[in-house]
């Protein structure tokens, strides 16, 4: 049966201006058509759900986050070294939240035991709900690294095969940490733990398998390299100077910005503000973020969103973003067709157009207006399905 979503506000994520009364319609878990509700050719037994003072949007994309992660249980690597069974719980529930909070899709930065695989293959397979996986199996780091759990990768061939195992157990993209970060206490946001070799590695055995390369890095000599070796997508990038972010124009590559976890208080700040070595990051990072990302959004990168683990609050990343200079428009579109860009799959969703998955929200109020309005999500379809009425118990 073909059924429609209609709201007083329809935003298709394509840029396009919104349509009021604007509606959408699907069946087989597909959209078939998009537009104002008045003018669809609907059968008479179309199934059609009003939500009057809502807006339609397209299901939004986490660009950068973790499965098994809780920022605000503080140590966040040593999380990633609990038993496998312990952190499967965490992630299953955390996955529950994204969909509820409108997240139909999530690219996942690195996982230990390969959980992100597995879990993947549990929510396509309709064991526990959750949006659709992106993974990168066991991330790449250093072992002076941030980052550093379980598993660490030194050397351009340990990182070939580190790679090649990965892309084997169906990685979908290679993850590496090469600057310090800031929930870790050992190593400035300007170090660098991995050579120009390895990451020449990673991202030649990743490249050649037709995948992406996502890098942690900040800024300074680690961020360059990154760009220099062909990173694809630059992760946080908070230290990015104007001279960085030109040649990331030059060099078509991507930014994948995070605030939740640093600005939101149940981040970092929840856990960790006792610990000086990474408040003091904290409170830095959070007076340069306010003063550069400004430039970021006047300097023709591209970039898109993610919450880093911040389960459930993809509304306060567009938040920041509007806080920091982006309009409710670039914020909406850093969360639904920029983010399937960087996630490659952008054929398949990010927008509301005819032809593409059923993944649909619908919010309270008009986000263009309020960008607020985000957190207040009514509807949430994935494929086709409803998943709104689950309880996040």
């Given at each position: 049966?073909l ?5 007083d506000w329809l935003?298709?994520?394509?840029g396009a201006?919104p349509?009021k009364?604007?509606a959408v319609?699907f069946a087989?878990?597909v ?8 003018q669809?050719?609907l059968?008479?037994?179309a199934?059609?759900?009003?939500r009057p003072?809502?807006t339609?949007l397209p299901?939004l994309i ?5 499965c098994s992660?809780?920022p ?8 990633l070294?609990e ?13 529950r ?5 409108g997240?139909t899709?999530?690219r996942?930065?690195?996982e230990?035991?390969?959980l992100?695989?597995?879990l993947?293959?549990a ?6 709900p959750?949006?659709r996986?992106?993974?990168?199996g066991?991330m790449?780091t ?6 550093r759990a379980?598993?660490t990768?030194d ?5 070939r095969?580190r790679v090649r195992?990965n892309l084997?157990a169906g ?6 940490f090469?600057?310090g970060?800031?929930s870790s206490?050992h190593?400035s946001?300007?170090?660098?733990s991995y050579t ?5 590695a990673?991202?030649?055995?990743t ?6 390369v996502?890098?942690?890095a900040?800024?300074?000599p680690g961020?360059?390299l ?7 997508t ?16 030059k060099t ?5 910005c995070?605030f939740a976890i ?12 006792h610990?000086p070595?990474?408040w003091?990051k904290v409170?830095r ?7 550069n ?5 006047k300097?023709?990168v ?6 880093d683990?911040?389960?459930g609050?993809m509304s ?5 973003l509007v806080?920091f ?6 914020a909406?579109l850093?969360?639904?067709?920029r ?11 990010g ?5 593409k998955w059923?993944?649909i929200?619908?919010?309270?109020g ?5 960008i607020?309005?985000?957190k207040d999500?009514?509807?949430v379809?994935k494929?086709?399905?409803r998943?709104?009425h689950l309880s996040l118990?």
């Open positions: 049966m059924k429609v979503l209609a709201g935003i298709t994520g394509t201006n349509i009364n604007g319609a087989d878990g959209i078939t058509e998009v537009g104002p509700l008045d669809l050719d059968p008479s037994n199934e059609i759900t009003r003072g809502e339609v299901g986490n660009a950068h986050s973790h992660i809780i605000g249980l503080g140590n966040q690597s040593g999380q070294r038993p496998l069974p312990r952190q499967l719980f965490r992630a299953v529930g955390n996955m939240r994204e969909l509820l909070s997240v899709a999530l996942v930065m690195g230990e035991y390969g992100d695989l597995e993947k293959h929510i396509d397979s309709g064991l526990v959750g949006p996986l992106v993974c990168s066991v790449l250093a072992s002076n690294g941030h980052g379980l598993t990768t050397g351009p061939d340990e990182i095969k195992q084997a990685a979908q993209l290679t993850k590496v090469v600057t970060g800031v206490t190593g946001l300007n170090f660098c120009k070799a390895e990451i020449d990673a991202c030649e055995e490249h050649r398998a037709g995948k992406k996502a890098a942690h900040h800024g300074g961020l360059r990154c760009i220099e070796c062909g990173v694809d630059i992760e946080h990038g908070k230290l990015a100077t104007e001279a960085d972010l030109e040649m990331m124009v078509d590559r991507w930014l994948v995070n640093t600005f939101h208080p149940t981040g970092i700040e929840q856990s960790d503000r610990v070595e990474i003091e409170l990072t959070r007076e340069i973020v306010a003063k990302f400004p430039m970021v959004v300097s023709g591209k970039w898109a969103v993610g919450t683990s911040m389960h609050l306060f990343e567009l938040e920041c806080r200079g982006a309009s409710p428009m670039e909406i850093a969360a639904t067709k983010a399937a860009q960087v996630c490659d799959l952008d054929q398949n969703t927008t509301l157009e005819a032809g059923a993944d929200i619908s919010v309270k008009n986000p263009l207006e309020d607020r309005c985000m999500v009514t509807v379809i494929g086709g399905t998943y709104d118990l």
